[in-house]
């Protein structure tokens, strides 16, 4: 019986895995695109762009595609300069957004 105890005892300590340090891994959030899109209609509508247009246009899926960053008001609201710069074809139509 005692061979067995040490049998068992040096399998588990070769497999054990307590002793390994665990190694960390990066997680890279998604964007939820919805979010993106509402909060970007949001301030379209807010700047006084019609829905219509906004719809029309496509602007929130453009920009949806475009972005690559947080679903905040902030991170968006500070992007939109770019974003107009980066798809002229929308710039004068995004013109009372600042």
């Known amino acids: ?7 068992w005892t040096g399998l588990v300590k070769k497999t054990a895995t ?7 891994v990066e997680v890279e959030e998604e964007t939820d695109p ?3 899109a509402d909060i970007f209609t949001k301030l379209c509508e807010d700047a006084g762009i ?3 247009w ?3 246009y496509d ?6 595609d ?19 710069k980066e798809t002229p074809s929308l710039a ?5 957004l600042n």
């Open 50 to 52: 019609a829905r219509k």
């Open 66 to 84: 475009w972005y690559d960053g947080p679903a905040d008001v902030e991170s968006i609201r500070g992007c939109i300069a770019q974003f107009k």
């Open 92 to 96: 004068s139509k995004l013109a009372k």
């Open 34 to 36: 919805e979010a993106v």
């Open 1 to 7: 019986m005692n061979l067995l105890k040490r049998l």
């Open 59 to 64: 602007m929130a899926a453009v920009f949806v």
């Open 18 to 24: 307590a002793e390994i340090e665990p190694t960390p």
């Open 54 to 56: 906004i719809v029309r």
